[in-house]
């Protein structure tokens, strides 16, 4: 379960952003889980199922799932893949302007581990392009923390070596471990890769969550996964009846499906006005949006069947409001989202925002907004922090620009600014 995710100094992000999905303290608890963590005042602490990221183009949202995706892929790749370069690839560092390419790119997240005896366990690395400059994990075990490893390249020789393991709780083989970590690889990385039995359980959160859905081609991608599933896996997962039974509710006139088991191909069945459903070719003669939602189910369906955690760009891109609402929906319910697993998307559609329409799916403490500075860097923010009143409309808010976010257009402008280079260039002609 994610709690909170730190990321500077990657892509438009320069300055230090910070997204939670801790429930507000003076919230209704009637969507927020409990994680199993005692809070100060007690109680445990309560976490969102979804967080929804708002704001204009080019303002950064994308950037932000994009740091979720960079860690994950750090964590991923680091041991073996990073062997190839000679310092650390892939690296984005802020580039509008020159201090930001020699400081470091931070990533860490706070998340929960265990089912029967929740853990919180904060983790992080900072990169620089040559090799991992400092990295670290704390386990906060009955709320007291415990530093399994801080590692800093740079640590003064009066401080201790550039590994301290401070707390008896990590057992692992510490001096193996250490030799096996070039400076261009996390620790993290190389202890799951030789199985050490503490490390991996992190080591495979990371495996498992932040699986980034992003519109346009990937969605070819996700939906010949999708059809792979229904082939893969059998009927006692209920994988199919669900899969069928979402593309009917999503009002697409499909029945159910057929699947070549030789090939693997699909057809939909589609509702006729005679006795019998006709069948039509995936890849030819269906639509873009059921290709769309189609492609959507699959990973969806699947993390929800593993409480994790998906991350979604453009929720709007391709699904109707409506469809996009619902998905929120689903991830809210308890029964439909048993395991607890959480939805973070970007989106330009306000009307997930308001209640005239949609009956507002989203809680103000689950709204972010994104936004540019004047030096070209990305804000984040909580809707919360621009203090809408209770009961306030915070779609016509959002819209009418009360809680920044949004472009800085007039009305017209965009017409006004094309008709002058028109006239512009008949003058000149």
């Known amino acids: 379960m994610l709690l909170r995710f730190r990321v500077a100094n990657h892509r438009s992000i320069r300055d230090e952003a910070e997204l939670t999905l801790v429930a507000a303290a003076d919230s209704s608890d009637s969507i927020a889980r409990d ?5 100060d005042g007690g109680g445990h602490v309560l976490v969102l199922p979804v967080a929804g990221i708002f704001g204009a183009n080019a303002s950064g949202k994308s950037n932000l799932l994009s740091a979720f995706h960079a860690m994950r892929e750090a964590v991923r790749t680091s041991f073996a893949d990073w062997a190839k370069y000679p310092g650390v690839p892939h690296r984005q560092p802020f580039k509008l302007d020159a201090v930001s390419a020699e400081e470091t790119t931070l990533f860490e997240v706070d ?6 005896t929740p853990v919180r366990y904060t983790y992080g690395f900072e990169l ?12 906060y075990p009955g ?6 490893f801080d590692r800093e390249a740079d640590r003064p020789a009066e401080d201790g070596d550039e590994y301290l393991f401070e707390s008896p709780a990590f057992t692992g083989r510490r001096d193996d471990l250490v030799a096996l ?11 799951a890769t030789l199985n050490d039995p503490q490390l991996s359980a992190l080591h495979r959160w990371f495996l498992n969550n932040l699986w980034l859905m992003t519109p346009g081609a990937d969605i070819s991608h996700r939906a010949d996964w999708t059809k792979r599933r229904l082939t893969e896996l059998h009927d006692d997962t209920g994988y199919r009846e669900r899969l069928v039974q979402l593309l009917a509710a999503a009002d697409l006139g499909v029945t159910g499906f057929d699947l070549d088991p030789d090939t693997g191909a699909v057809s939909l069945r589609h509702r006729t006005e005679g006795a019998e459903a006709l069948a039509l070719d995936f890849l030819t003669e269906e639509s873009f949006g059921t290709h769309a939602w189609f492609a959507f189910l699959g990973p969806m369906l699947t993390v929800l069947d593993n409480g994790t955690t998906l991350l979604v760009d453009e929720l709007d891109s391709s699904l109707h409001p409506t469809l996009a609402a619902e ?3 689903l991830f809210q319910d308890r029964k439909a989202n048993a395991k607890g697993a959480q939805l973070i998307f970007t989106t330009h559609d306000a009307t997930l925002l308001g209640n005239a329409v949609l009956d507002r799916p989203l809680r103000r403490d689950q709204v972010w907004l994104t936004a540019k500075t004047k030096s070209g860097a990305s804000e984040l923010y909580p809707l919360v922090a621009a203090h ?9 808010g959002y819209l009418r620009g009360r809680y920044g976010a949004v472009p800085r257009v007039t009305p017209g402008e965009i017409a006004r600014e094309v008709s002058w280079l028109e006239e512009k260039a008949a003058a000149t002609a």
Do not use: K, M, Y
């Open 35 to 39: 994680s199993g963590i005692a809070q």
């Open 111 to 116: 998340l929960v581990l265990g089912a029967r």
């Open 128 to 139: 620089s392009d040559d090799r991992v400059e400092a990295e670290w994990l704390h386990a």
């Open 143 to 148: 709320g007291i923390r415990q530093v399994w």
């Open 181 to 191: 970590t070039r400076p261009n690889a996390l620790f993290l990385s190389t202890a």
């Open 327 to 329: 998905v929120v929906r």
């Open 388 to 396: 809408p009143e209770e009961g306030e409309d915070l779609e016509r």
